[in-house]
């Protein structure tokens, strides 16, 4: 069975203290890692997808990275407005459509 | 464009009742998905149509779930025999078909109360 997990479940930062998120997946044949960003009361919304081992992807404060077994979104500099829940989610290859599996998430609060 | 509608963006209604959910995906994407999310389970998959054919629903939880995509431009997930567990934020997202590798765009979601 897919399983993705994310660490931690919560995550506390002051205005510019850097931290890593961290999603590990037990995927059959992963298609693409993809990251959301989902604020209270909103979907999410899409923010990288990675597709193989060593790629990176980067967006303002943001840097995604994926390993065979997990992925790591890199958080530079943090501001308030940073704060969010981050899911993360992992597609297996199928024929019909594009299949998600998702993590629980992390909720990060980025303090002034 | 203007991404995923979905209507109503809330929704109270009393047990037993029925609701109807609404979703219009982005023009152009193959694939819709209905999700539900709550705090202790999270996001879970329902249902996901491609080319408006159901391709698996298994995550429909009982046969009072059912969605239909009678066209290309619009998807329906109705409840019947609401019941407090129900109650959960129903989000829509649609993608392009590239097998496997394709993004999903969500849409603002349905915030459903059960009283």
């Known amino acids: 069975e897919d399983q993705v997990t994310q660490s931690p479940e919560a995550l506390r930062l002051q205005e510019g203290e850097s931290s890593s998120l961290n999603c590990s997946y037990t995927?059959?044949?992963?298609?693409?890692l993809f990251w959301y960003r989902q604020d209270p009361g909103k979907g999410p919304e899409f923010l990288f997808t990675?597709?193989?081992a060593g790629e990176e992807k980067e967006k303002e404060r943001l840097k995604a990275t994926l390993t065979k077994k997990e992925s790591f979104l890199h958080i530079t500099a943090p501001k308030p407005e940073d704060s969010a829940t981050y899911l993360c989610?992992?597609?297996?290859?199928?024929?019909?459509?594009?299949?998600?599996?998702f993590g629980e998430g992390t909720q990060l609060t980025v303090n002034p | 464009d203007a991404g995923v509608i979905q209507s109503p963006r809330h929704e109270v209604t009393e047990m037993g009742q029925e609701v109807t959910l609404r979703c219009k995906p982005i023009s152009g994407h193959n694939s819709l998905f209905w999700y539900r999310q709550t705090m202790m389970r999270g996001l879970e998959l329902l249902i996901y149509?491609?080319?408006?054919?159901?391709?698996?629903d298994s995550g429909m939880p009982e046969d009072r779930f059912s969605a239909k995509m009678p066209n290309a431009s619009f998807s329906t997930l109705k409840i019947q025999r609401t019941q407090q567990e129900d109650s959960a934020v129903y989000l829509c997202?649609?993608?392009?078909?590239?097998?496997?590798?394709?993004?999903?765009?969500f849409g603002p979601g349905t915030r459903l109360t059960v009283l």
């Open positions: 989610a992992a597609s297996r290859g199928e024929t019909s459509g594009s299949r998600l599996t």
């Open positions: 995927v059959s044949g992963l298609r693409g």
């Open positions: 149509f491609n080319n408006n054919v159901p391709i698996d």
């Open positions: 990675l597709y193989s």
């Open positions: 997202a649609s993608s392009p078909q590239r097998g496997g590798r394709d993004t999903q765009y």
